[in-house]
């Protein structure tokens, strides 16, 4: 399954342009329950504010300045003065992993999400869990199985695909994953079944090596 980032973005988000005062963009995400708000000047992205950024807004420090007039330049405050301009943005078609990648390179959490210059979307670091969490069947009572010592070889994963199925058994998820210090893979799988021990005996009969097995149970939507 190709994941991109239109399968979990939020589409056509709530925006504001530049010239909309702070404290009305507050008054937006308070009422929309939203933390992020994209800046668009006449259908272009311009920028974008986070709800922290909002909250730490005030004039530069002026301590001689009283309580009134500091909330009255306060009240002129204009998002264009706080928000983050150019931000990284994706497509709609960039791959989940590109954008979590780009997104701790850059330590920023949430990406506008542009296609043919338009805005389009958004989508953050947590979306990009939540959906991996159901893709990766995390959410679904089952089994964990471990093999370690593969070479990488297609074939070896077709064999271990073929001997789940020889079960009839439901595959939540299957992740290979490198070690590069013992030069070999690492295979975990999560299968629909309360019952491993039948398709561990089988895989270790085919000459894998399974290093951990065990049965899961969800609570409270946690693995």
């Known amino acids: 399954m190709k994941m991109r980032i239109k399968d979990m973005m939020t589409k056509n988000p709530i925006t504001v342009d530049s010239e909309t005062l702070v404290l009305d963009a507050q008054k937006v995400m308070k009422e929309n329950n939203i933390r992020r708000l994209p800046i668009v000047n006449k259908g272009k992205l311009v920028g974008i504010v986070t709800k922290h950024d909002l909250l730490e807004a005030a004039p530069s420090p002026a301590t001689s300045l009283s309580v009134y007039e500091l909330n009255y330049l306060l009240s002129k405050m204009k998002v264009k003065d706080i928000m983050k301009?150019?931000?990284?943005?994706?497509?709609?078609?960039?791959?989940?992993?590109?954008?979590?990648?780009?997104?701790?390179?850059?330590?920023?959490?949430?990406?506008?999400?542009?296609?043919d210059g338009k805005l389009v979307g958004i989508t953050t670091e947590s979306d990009i869990i939540r959906f991996l969490t159901?893709?990766?069947?995390?959410?679904?009572?089952?089994?964990?199985?471990?093999?370690e010592g593969l070479d990488g070889k297609?074939?070896?994963?077709?064999?271990?695909?073929a001997i789940a199925n020889q079960h009839r058994t439901i595959i939540l998820s299957m992740m290979?994953?490198?070690?590069?210090?013992?030069?070999?893979?690492?295979?975990?799988?999560?299968?629909?079944?309360?019952?491993?021990?039948?398709?561990?005996k089988?895989?270790?009969k085919a000459g894998f090596n399974v290093t951990y097995a065990s049965w899961f149970r969800c609570e409270e939507g946690r693995a």
């Open 202 to 204: 089988d895989f270790k």
């Open 85 to 115: 301009k150019n931000p990284v943005t994706v497509t709609p078609n960039t791959p989940f992993e590109e954008a979590l990648r780009i997104g701790q390179e850059k330590k920023i959490g949430a990406f506008p999400v542009v296609e």
């Open 176 to 200: 290979s994953l490198p070690r590069p210090q013992k030069k070999d893979w690492m295979i975990v799988l999560r299968l629909k079944t309360d019952d491993p021990d039948p398709i561990v």
């Open 154 to 161: 297609l074939g070896d994963l077709e064999r271990i695909v």
């Open 134 to 147: 159901r893709a990766l069947g995390i959410k679904e009572e089952g089994s964990r199985i471990t093999i």
